[in-house]
T-cell receptor
Framework: NAGVTQTPKFQVLKTGQSMTLQCAQD?????MYWYRQDPGMGLRLIYY???????DKGEVPNGYNVSRLNKREFSLRLESAAPSQTSVYFC???????????FGSGTQLSVL | GEDVEQSLFLSVREGDSSVINCTYT??????LYWYKQEPGAGLQLLTY?????DMKQDQRLTVLLNKKDKHLSLRIADTQTGDSAIYFC????????????FGTGTQLKVEL
């Protein structure tokens, strides 16, 4: 039982490049989330997926897209990276009792 | 939308108690959480409280909830250097997606 697994852990992009952040959970959770963490701003929700087959915008969705590939996997895509997207990205999934949010270890992304 | 606020820094001496405060705006919050983040790591759930409770104690941790004032606090008794971290308050409101809204985080520094 690995919990929530995110890849990669680190990434450096040039402005305009694209990439996909991968997230998978093996806890059979329904809801999954992508957050970004910036200094002094806490965690802000980018997108979430309440269940397989559904996705919704969070607080800061612009510049991102997501795919809920199946129940296990929820990916975040940056189509044309911008320096403002330099951040630490966290994937999370919600426990089956709908109480606890389990987090991945994060992806540190720098856009030059 | 929902808003969660915390002070940014707190410094205490080893052995003293730490109290980290949080205010939130959403009156329909169902669960309120405290997460801990150590440098370079993801978020670790410390404790949570259901909105119909006033207090929850878990070893050195005491959570107090004043629902009328929308105020949540985390008290850490006998604070140790290993408690140095960023502490995030989060609230989960009713409604679609079971989204959590996080505060900005409080950096706790424990001095010898």
């Amino acid at each position: 039982n690995a919990g929530v697994t995110q890849t990669p852990k680190f990434q450096v992009l040039k402005t305009g490049q694209s990439m996909t952040l991968q997230c998978a959970q093996d806890m059979n959770h329904n809801s999954m989330y992508w957050y970004r963490q910036d200094p002094g701003m806490g965690l802000r929700l980018i997108y979430y997926s309440a269940s397989e087959g559904t996705t919704d915008k969070g607080e800061v969705p612009n510049g991102y897209n997501v795919s809920r590939l199946n129940k296990r996997e929820f990916s975040l895509r940056l189509e044309s990276a911008a320096p403002s997207q330099t951040s630490v990205y966290f994937c999370a999934s919600l426990g089956l009792q709908n109480e606890k949010l389990f987090f991945g270890s994060g992806t540190q992304l720098s856009v030059l | 939308g929902e808003d969660v606020e915390q002070s940014l820094f707190l410094s205490v001496r080893e052995g003293d108690s730490s109290v980290i405060n949080c205010t939130y705006t959403d009156s329909s919050s169902t669960y309120l959480y405290w997460y801990k983040q150590e440098p370079g790591a993801g978020l670790q759930l410390l404790t949570y409280i259901f909105s119909n409770m006033d207090m929850k104690q878990d070893q050195r941790l005491t959570v107090l909830l004043n629902k009328k004032d929308k105020h949540l606090s985390l008290r850490i008794a006998d604070t140790q250097t290993g408690d140095s971290a960023i502490y995030f308050c989060a609230e989960r409101s009713r409604g679609g997606g079971n989204k959590l809204t996080f505060g900005t985080g409080t950096q706790l520094k424990v001095e010898l």
